[in-house]
T-cell receptor
Framework: GQSLEQPSEVTAVEGAIVQINCTYQ??????LSWYQQHDGGAPTFLSY??LDGLEETGRFSSFLSRSDSYGYLLLQELQMKDSASYFC?????????????WGAGTKLIIKP | ETGVTQTPRHLVMGMTNKKSLKCEQHLGHNAMYWYKQSAKKPLELMFV???????ENNSVPSRFSPECPNSSHLFLHLHTLQPEDSALYLC????????????FGEGSRLTVL
């Protein structure tokens, strides 16, 4: 089967740096996405990595290693508004269609 | 305002009721999706429509019936649901079915008594 693993909960301090890891076991891999979801809100797209390496967008960075079937989301200069759930999702090919396989989400708790 | 609007935001229904969830996207996208989100579980893809044609149906029970009358609107008709169907139902859209970025609505929280 196809599956993704990410920690269920991570706690960090305001102003610090936190890394949320995602490992996957899938076939037909095309890329790794990250989404943020605040309580009661819609998941919103953060990043997409198709190639190995680090992609930076402001305070958020995302990394992919296809050989290790591993990626992470790095959040710097944490702010209270970053408290949310973060989902990794792998884009795979299924019967000539693309589909997203999702992780169960990591709840990020930020303390002052 | 995410560009994808879902109504109702909350719905409570008995197992014998019939209700519908509505989704509207204002982004000019060609693909629309229904997902089920349960606590501490991965998002489950239910249905995919591309240009108003269903292209994916992930073995969803027949008590869930989708309808896509045009590329901007998507419905999920519900009947004879079970308590385990209680969840957040998310609608999403994308430029097309091969696009990497999905745009989600805020979801419809369904409780089945």
């Amino acid at each position: 089967g196809q599956s993704l693993e990410q920690p269920s909960e991570v706690t960090a301090v305001e102003g610090a740096i936190v890394q949320i890891n995602c490992t996957y076991q899938t076939s037909g891999f095309y890329g790794l996405s990250w989404y943020q979801q605040h309580d009661g809100g819609a998941p919103t797209f953060l990043s997409y990595n198709a190639l190995d390496g680090l992609e930076e967008t402001g305070r958020f960075s995302s990394f992919l290693s296809r050989s290790d079937s591993y990626g992470y989301l790095l959040l710097q200069e944490l702010q209270m508004k970053d408290s949310a759930s973060y989902f990794c999702a792998v884009r795979v090919s299924v019967d000539s269609n693309y589909q997203l396989i999702w992780g169960a989400g990591t709840k990020l708790i930020i303390k002052p | 305002e995410t560009g994808v609007t879902q109504t109702p935001r909350h719905l409570v229904m008995g197992m014998t009721n019939k209700k519908s969830l509505k989704c509207e996207q204002h982004l000019g996208h060609n693909a629309m999706y229904w997902y089920k989100q349960s606590a501490k579980k991965p998002l489950e893809l239910m249905f995919v429509y591309s240009l108003e044609e269903r292209v994916e149906n992930n073995s969803v029970p027949s008590r869930f019936s989708p309808e896509c009358p045009n590329s901007s609107h998507l419905f999920l008709h519900l009947h004879t649901l079970q308590p385990e169907d209680s969840a957040l139902y998310l609608c999403a859209s994308s430029q097309d079915q091969w696009a990497g970025e999905l745009f989600f609505g805020e979801g419809s929280r369904l409780t089945v008594l």
